[in-house]
């Protein structure tokens, strides 16, 4: 008798360290995954990850310059039922938040972009699989059927390539193509692994069979009409992703594309530009009327998504978190990640009493100057 409540004890702990661990794994915040993924990934790995071109003032920027906009609370609203759900280019999302095109996922992870494709597509996600990736436009498109994917690719000197890309994305069922404008060249960078390249046990694998030097595809001469080309020549959505004025908005508006994305590329391209985040309400104002206006670079928490979205973006995207959470625990790690993310916005719009993304407007939002005195809410940022 004694060894079957011996045993039975012993299962209730067993179950109650479980469900503790359970709490503990989606009590994780971004910050977290990185503290966590640094210690598994190699030195080298780790600072390819996070490094930020010549100075790194704009990567620094894109932190501190959310941290630099404050929220206005709203009282008195019934918040017990939070929406987050949205739409974007005709579909209906959950929720606002998805993944950017980053490279070479294999390097966190083996599951690599498989992992993060079906992550995203648990969390109701869009994935946008990089040209650079270390799975394949075909692999992904097989592994992770379910989930919205996008396409991003550079203008590259040969448009063999860029035509061979986009005709395997649209026949593998990807819903969008995203342009990188703001790499041309490589940003500068100072690291203490300047040699950092793919193992030997890896491949960038949208190359194969199409040069043995995908680095070196990436043309430094483009211009319009090569973007003007890419938009007549694919039947799907072409996205600018890398815009951060009203001017640059205008010439892709102009061309034709369905959107932007305002980005500096996590602040790994040209340093001194303004963050994101400042640069956001310009585009907005510019072209928000006339195409989808989306976000990324530097977005660390819930609420720095509450703040893109009261600045007028649509929709905005994450880089380096995805990889931390892919190097703390493959796919689970990246859902967890996302999981953070919409706990995290749900729970601010709910204490500044938004039911709904609707209600996540400009106002919400103002700049600290604001409380000296040195501006009026709905100054612009
Ligand atoms: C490791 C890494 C690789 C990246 N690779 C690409 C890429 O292949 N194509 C691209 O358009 N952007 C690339 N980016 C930029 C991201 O799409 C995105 O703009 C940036 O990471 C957003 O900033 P965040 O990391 O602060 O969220 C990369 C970023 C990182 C960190």
Known sequence: MWL???????????LEAKSK????????????YKDKAKDVLS?????????????????????????????????????????????????DVIWPVGIGPTAMHRLAHLDGEVASALAAGAQGSIFVLSSFSTASIEEVAEQAPDTIKWFQMYIYKNRSINMDFMKRAEK???????????????????LKYPDFDLPPNLSLSNFVGITDRPSQTVSSSFTIEDLKWILSS???????????????????????CTGVIVSNHG??????????????????????????VMFDSGIRGGDDVFKAIALGAKYVFIGRPVFYGLAVEGQKGVEGVLDTLKQELENVMALSGCASLSDVKRDRVVHWKYYQGLLRNGDEL
């Open 234 to 256: 694919t039947s799907l959505p072409v996205i600018a992703k890398g815009v951060l004025t009203k001017e640059g908005a205008k010439i892709v508006r102009d061309a034709g």
């Open 4 to 14: 079957k409540s011996l045993v039975v004890l012993a299962l209730c702990a067993l």
């Open 43 to 91: 030195s080298s790995t780790y600072e390819y990850i996070k490094k930020g071109s010549l100075r790194k003032s704009t990567e620094k920027s894109n932190k501190k310059a959310f941290k630099d906009i404050l929220i206005r609370p709203h009282y008195f609203v019934d918040v017990s039922n939070i929406s987050t759900s949205t739409n974007i280019l005709d579909k």
């Open 172 to 190: 593998a069922g990807y819903k969008a193509i995203v342009i990188t404008v703001d790499a041309p060249v490589h940003g500068k960078t100072y």
């Open 267 to 292: 602040g790994r391209q040209l340093d001194g530009t303004p963050s994101s985040i400042e640069s956001l309400p310009e585009v907005v104002r510019a072209v928000g009327k006339d195409i989808t």
């Open 21 to 32: 661990d359970k709490i503990k794994s989606t009590n994780l915040s971004l910050e977290d």
